[in-house]
């Protein structure tokens, strides 16, 4: 596949994030979704959907369609339930990494677990906030299938840890597999004492403040919900101020090949 040539920073505030609220949902969408489209903001690289959700208790998404995505969940606060047509049910919370290949075809619901699905505990009133992403897999017509891992001790180290990958030179390291050969996922929750870390080089990199605020070289400070996207770079380092979590996409391709 062909790489870009020209290096590119696009810098993203997270309050000019497309928005979806109502009663039970705040949703920031940094790329086009649903009914909010911006033909000119439609993906970076392999990365179509990175949603940033607030869920009420007892509340959620009901059991709806998936076809032909690798989606990664990244909860950052309270509990999720998910459920599928291939019978996977259970708890997303924060350090599990988790990831769903629609593939074929796949029915899942996502909800707050305000009722806790095992049963043993008691309902809590906390609600749930996750960053949803969604990246384009190899090829379509793959079969459907679901992956998760707790990953919390490798967090705990502050470093930046490979939670999702398809990329052969992490295959050793990553938590959870993708069916995107040119893609990986990592995560650096960074104390406040960290000295940071150094963003891998790629055609394309997608880096987006969850939590905190980080000061990125070259580029400046950013606040939690913000993003930069990088083109054809990599190398930088990113330091937090006081406590952060940053989630970093590195592509070696994008959408349509290019």
Same mark, same amino acid.
């Given at each position: ?55 009420? @208790? ?26 599928? *047509? ?14 769903? *290949? ?6 899942? *619901? ?11 505990? @008691?309902?809590?009133?906390? @609600? ?9 897999? /190899? ?16 967090? /705990? ?14 295959? /050793? ?21 960290? *000295? ?63």
């Amino acid at each position: 596949m062909s790489t870009p040539t020209t290096p590119r920073i696009e810098l993203h505030r997270g309050g000019d994030r497309m928005k979806t609220r109502i009663s039970w949902l705040d949703s920031k969408h940094s790329f086009s979704f649903g009914e909010h489209y911006d033909p000119d903001n439609t993906h970076h690289g392999l990365l179509l959907v990175n949603n940033e959700d607030v869920v009420l @208790p007892g509340e959620g998404f009901d059991t709806h369609p998936h076809r032909d995505m690798e989606i990664v969940t990244w909860v950052l606060g309270g509990s999720l339930v998910h459920q599928d *047509s291939l019978g996977h049910n259970g708890v997303i919370y924060p350090g599990l990494a988790q990831r769903m *290949s629609a593939g074929t075809g796949i029915m899942h *619901s996502e909800k707050n677990d305000s009722w806790r699905l095992d049963g043993t505990l @008691p309902a809590h009133d906390e @609600p749930v906030h996750f960053v949803q992403m969604w990246v384009v897999p /190899d090829e379509p017509g793959l079969d459907p299938g679901y992956q998760q891992l707790e990953i919390d001790a490798e967090l /705990d180290r502050g470093d930046l840890v490979t939670v999702a990958s398809g990329l052969p030179r992490y295959r /050793d390291r990553t938590a959870i597999a993708i069916n995107s050969s040119h893609a990986a996922m990592h995560v650096a929750r960074m104390p406040a004492e960290s *000295s940071g870390f150094t963003l891998p080089d790629a055609p394309y990199l997608h880096v987006f403040v969850a939590r905190g605020e980080v000061d990125v070289e070259g580029i400046g400070t950013l606040a939690q919900g913000d993003a930069v996207r990088l083109t054809r770079s990599g190398g930088q380092l990113v330091r937090p101020h006081g406590a952060a979590e940053v989630l970093v996409w590195e592509m070696h391709a994008r959408l349509g090949g290019g």
